[in-house]
């Protein structure tokens, strides 16, 4: 019956969300959460208070993903309104019009390197409106972009989902450096097929085949480096791999390199208007500010990101009943003992990368492309008027994650995944990967789903001697492929791309990628415990 109580609100909510008629996710989720607050309440026994304290902690915690959002579209309407995305399209263009050369150097490429540097969903708000603006299907493209930023994120935002999401497991730094290496090389031979089954959501198989040669050069431009610098160092490899893959890409794409050539494309390019340099330097200096910032500010060796996620407090109230405010010296907002409880929660101000960079490069390049004040104006009311749906549903998610997260040892979630352990017995490395998975669709974090789920994964690597670094790999291998079915990364991307009511439809069509994913990594599993 446990198990029954834990399972019954997920099963409920994927019904609601794909069947024919789908409900919207603003809706379902809200009522997903009541029901896991209600099974929290009569059948577990949670205290109402600790109940209440979670929904508020939840109301606090929507703030990073709804944020983050807001930031990415402001960019996505500075980029139209500026002709920022015209440009930006015409210069691609000019480096090859084959859309598969498109979508591997964008989709792909670029976004392995933004996941590298920021994580936080960032990788599809930056490279999903740039493909949508070169012409391709908004819905098509966001598939593309859930399904390609799984290779990567293992690695993503400087490798936080390794070295932060297990921390909890008290591993040494030699530990960690081989989990890293072992994900790598899963997600290496996982970087051969995922792609192509990317592609295949926006052009045919005959397209594909046709450009097969520079899909896989593209593939390994970014794979290999990748893979090779998680040989020694598990914060860099995502980072390093995406930068030199952009780079090859384009370069490959400007050469004409394993790529389909067609006479309409040849003369359309020949014929179309070549794009000053300085232009397209103008054009791109938003998303370049953007990345130059994440990276400055994720890398923690330049000491910024220490002091963005700065806890030393400035200043701090009592709120009574409500809890204990405080504002520390880099603005981390944080509430803790909500409600008389032990629950918390708190806003990175300035980490989140919604003020940085987004906000700050939207303000400083206002000027720069001479927007009057009638297009500030309409840039930020388009953006406001897109955020209301996405927030009741992240809010509605955030509070069916909490809920489902409480009770410790007897939490819904925890009790999934032991659940499903005992049912697959020593054949768990084959399933392992999932549990990850199932952690990133609950939480949208590969970094959170490690931190769940981390310690059940060592422990059942212990008591089946098992290898305990590869049963980590494989979680965070899971983690990293269960971004594909995220609720947050599919409400994130269908709201910066202005997709309604498709959340269902979505999840239906990227789980199939994320099957294969688990099963590429099964097999790695048996192949790397010989």
């Known amino acids: 019956m446990p198990l029954f109580f834990s399972i019954a609100p997920i099963v409920l909510l994927i019904w609601m969300m794909t069947k024919r008629h789908g409900i919207p996710s603003f809706i379902a989720l809200p009522l997903t959460a009541a029901m896991v607050y209600f099974i929290q309440l009569f059948w577990f026994g949670t205290q109402l208070t600790l109940l209440h304290a979670n929904i508020v902690t939840a109301l606090i915690s929507v703030f990073t993903p709804i944020t983050i959002i807001l930031g990415a579209i402001l960019l996505n309407k500075l980029m139209q309104i500026s002709g920022s995305e015209n440009v930006v399209r015409n210069w691609l263009e000019n480096i090859s019009p084959n859309p598969v050369a498109q979508l591997m150097i964008i989709g792909w490429a670029f976004a392995f390197m933004i996941e590298g540097a920021s994580g936080f969903g960032t990788p599809a708000a930056i490279a999903a409106p740039i493909l949508v603006g070169l012409g391709f299907n908004p819905l098509r493209v966001a598939l593309l972009a859930l399904v390609m930023n799984s290779v990567p994120v293992s690695f993503g935002a400087v490798g936080t989902p390794t070295w932060f999401g297990f921390t909890n497991l008290g591993l040494s730094d030699d530990s960690l450096l081989d989990i890293g290496r072992l994900s790598a090389l899963i997600h290496f031979i996982a970087g051969f097929v995922i792609p192509l089954l990317a592609l295949r959501f926006i052009v045919s198989w005959q397209e594909i085949r046709q450009n097969i040669l520079f899909i896989f050069l593209s593939i390994l431009s970014c794979s290999v480096p ?181 009770g410790n040892e007897n939490a819904p979630v925890i009790i999934i995944g032991k659940a499903l352990a005992a049912m697959t017995g020593e054949s768990w490395l084959l399933f392992s990967s999932f549990l990850g998975a199932l952690g990133s669709f609950f939480s949208g974090s590969n970094t959170v789903s490690n931190l769940t789920f981390g310690g059940i994964q060592y422990s059942i690597a212990l008591n089946n001697g098992m290898n305990v670094n590869l049963m980590l790999a494989l979680q965070s291998v899971g983690g990293a492929m269960g971004n594909m079915i995220c609720l947050n990364n599919i409400i994130a991307v269908c709201s910066i791309l202005g997709i309604t009511h498709a959340e269902g439809q979505i999840m239906k069509k990227t789980i199939l990628p994320m099957l294969v994913y688990g099963g590429i990594a099964a097999v790695m599993a048996l192949i790397l415990a010989s």
């Open 226 to 406: 990748y893979l090779l610098l998680a040989q020694i160092n598990y914060e860099f490899p995502a980072l390093v791999g995406g930068a030199i893959g952009l780079a090859l890409s384009v370069l490959l794409a400007r050469l004409r390199i394993g790529i389909k050539r067609e006479e309409n494309h040849e003369e359309r390019t020949n014929s179309g208007q070549v794009v000053p340099f300085h232009h397209v330097i103008k054009a791109m200096l938003p998303t370049l500010l953007l990345i130059g910032i994440l990276i400055v500010t994720r890398i923690h060796q330049l000491g910024i990101k220490a002091w963005l996620n700065s806890a030393e407090i400035n200043w701090q109230w009592h709120l009574g009943w409500l809890g204990n405010l405080s504002v520390s010296k880099s603005f981390v907002i944080s509430l803790q003992q909500v409600l008389g409880t032990t629950a918390s929660a708190s806003y990175k101000t300035l980490y989140v990368p919604a003020i940085i960079p987004f906000l700050l490069v939207v303000l400083v390049c206002i000027p720069l492309f001479q927007l009057n004040r009638h297009q500030v104006k309409q840039m930020f009311r388009e953006t406001g008027a897109r955020i209301s749906k996405p927030f009741i549903a992240l809010l509605g998610a955030l509070v069916m994650v909490n809920m489902m997260m409480l």
